[in-house]
Structures are given as structure tokens and as C-alpha cells.
């Protein structure tokens, strides 16, 4: 659509007076200059062009001159005001048409927002669930003093005595020897002088078979049960042991542990409103605690804490092998025989099956803090090279 328009043309601050003629294309218009009033050529004026919707047009009043301010700043008037309101009207009409446009761009934006906030959320509650509560737990648990992992330990212990754990059969004098070994030959390597190491002499039999077995408390206190003490075949493989309990001791492994599991259980509780979560919360530390269920990088940091030590004491990293791998045997074979039990005894109660169905499950458990052994022996094996060259420190 093509408008004629006749007028006249001011320049900006001047008192030139011109005719004019400004034609409209779509968005943009041109303004020619005819000629001006002087007559003079040398006076002549570039045609102006430019965005339509950046003149400024006055409101008309009656049929007195229009003034339409172009986007160079000088001055068109017309007095064809109906041309003009024709040009406003038609572009008013196109005006709508952008305007449905930007209101759908917006749209889509909203939509996009709408999408990547809901991604920034999964995200967001996804790394606080794998990365986050691991951090705080981290970061509480060591920040808390060690009197509250004594305090908890000492609780733990009490439970554990009243549900899991019996008296040992172990005799004084060897629990003596291994104790007065620990004072002398493993506590100055304990890495904390804060932290006050207790060794613990237990029975603990699951169905009737004892088992072996090895677990710190947060306090320091130290397990060991008559089982492992009696499948050790040397005091290094005892040793071995005690210095990877210790390694969970400093690292503070178990605290991390009872505050993952406690926000993880208060988070559940908020979101669902379920106050049974806190029962759930307290049984969980207990059996958290007697399984010993710690995660691999737990075990690979224990196991490297007392594979260093051992390089500085004197001790073969080998031993540890020998003696997890002995104490696993045993769970295995402990497995099976309680499995052809349990087809002897098929006829019995189907109540006595249940509690065995549940034992063999704790048997499993156990099995399964060390469930990459292999990945353990590989890295022993390397300790154990350093060893055999008498180096004190293995990279
Ligand atoms: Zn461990």
C-alpha cells in the first residue's frame, strides 16, 4: 500500500520551508523533498526515510495542519489530515498483528522458562539427593564433637550387648595380648589423639553359628568377635584388622553414616508426613551398626588408611587379604551348611523357615560390606609390592 501525501518539510532548527511529499510502504516511509521555497538548488535537501512507527504524529485537531516529527528530527505538516488517519488506521490493523506475535513469543517463553525450571528442579533435587545430603552428612559429621560419637558409641554398645552380642569366650591372657599389642604398636598410628580406642571382646552367633566379625564405633570403641580371633592365624592379620576399624574411626564413617540415614529419614517425614519414619529412623542406626553396611568408597578409604600404616609399622598389607578372604570363606561355607540344614528341617514349622530365611539374610549382609574384593586384593597387592621394596609410602 502506497500513500501520497503533499505538505510541507522543515529541517531541524531551521526556517527553511520545503514541499514536500511523504509517501508510506509498510513500515517504513520517505519523505521527498519537492523543492524548496527559495528556489534555491544549492540548498537542496536529502529525501528522509525511515521506521513509520518512530514518527511521532500529533493528535488531530479539527481540520488544522498535521505535525508529524520524523525520526531525524525535523517537521512534515499536512493538512490532508484523512490520509493520515488512513496510514494510522491501516497500521494500527498490522499493529494487532504483532502484537497476537509477541503475545505468542511470549507464550513460547513462558513455556521455555516454564521447561527449564522444571529441568533446574530435577537437577536440583537429584544432586541434593546424591551429592547433598552425602556433603552435609559429611560436613556435620565431622564438625561434631567427639564427645557426641562417644556418646553414641556408648549407646550403640548397650543396644548391641542387649540384642546382637553375647560374652566372650576368649581367654584373659589373649585378650590381654591383643589388647596391650594395640596400646604399643597401633594406637600411636591412630592419627587422632582426641579419639579414645577401646578394644571390646563379643561373642555374636547368628542361628546358632558365631561369626566373624570386626566393627568400630563412632567413640572408638572396637569389636572383635570370637570368631575372627579364632579363624587369625597371626597377629599382623589381627592387626590388619584393628587399623582398618581405626581408619573408619577417623574418618568418621559411621557418623557420616547416622546422619545420612537421619536426613535422608527426615526428608521422607517432610515430604510424606509420615511420622513412623522416626521409629524407623532409630531401628535403622542400630542394625546400621551391627551389619557394618558401609559403602565401597567407605571400605576403600579404611582399607587405604590401614594400608599406609601398615607400611610404617611393618606390616605385610597381604595379611589383610589372607584374613578377609579366610573370614569370607567361612561365611560362605556357614551359608551353605545352614542352607542343607534348612532342606533337612523342610517339614519343620513353616515359623522356624521364616527365621531362617531372615538369618541367611544377615549372613548375606555381611557378605556384602565387602562386595568388591577383588578391587580390595588389587589394591592390597600393591601395598604389599611397596612393602616387599621397604618403602613407607606407596603412590
Ligand atoms: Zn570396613
Known sequence: MINSISGKWYPKDSSVQCAAQ???AKTRYEVKIVSSETGNDSERHQNITGQWSQVTINDRLGNTERKLTLTDGSLFTTHNNDAIDTIINSNKNSDTASKWRLR???HETKMTSVLT???ITVVFVFSFIKWGIPWTSQTV???LPQQTGEFIGHQSL???DRYFLEPTQISDAKQQEITSRFEARLKPFGGNDNIQYRLHFRDMSIGGSS???AFALPSGDIILTDKFVELSQNDDEIDAVLLHEMGHVVERHSLEMLTQNS????IVILVLGNPDGISELATGL???LVSNHYSRQYETEADEFAFNRMLKIGIDPQAFVDILSRMEEYSTVAENTEDGNKSENKREQETKANDEAVEEDKISDFLSTHPRTQLRIKMANRYSKCFEQKLTVCE
Do not use: E
Open 263 to 266: 536426613l535422608t529419614t527426615m
Open 117 to 119: 525450571m522444571l529441568v
Open 158 to 160: 548397650d543396644f548391641m
Open 211 to 213: 561369626l566373624p566379625n
Open 104 to 106: 505468542l513469543h511470549r
Open 141 to 143: 559429621a565431622h564438625a
Open 22 to 24: 511523504l509517501t508510506v
Open 286 to 288: 542400630g542394625t546400621a
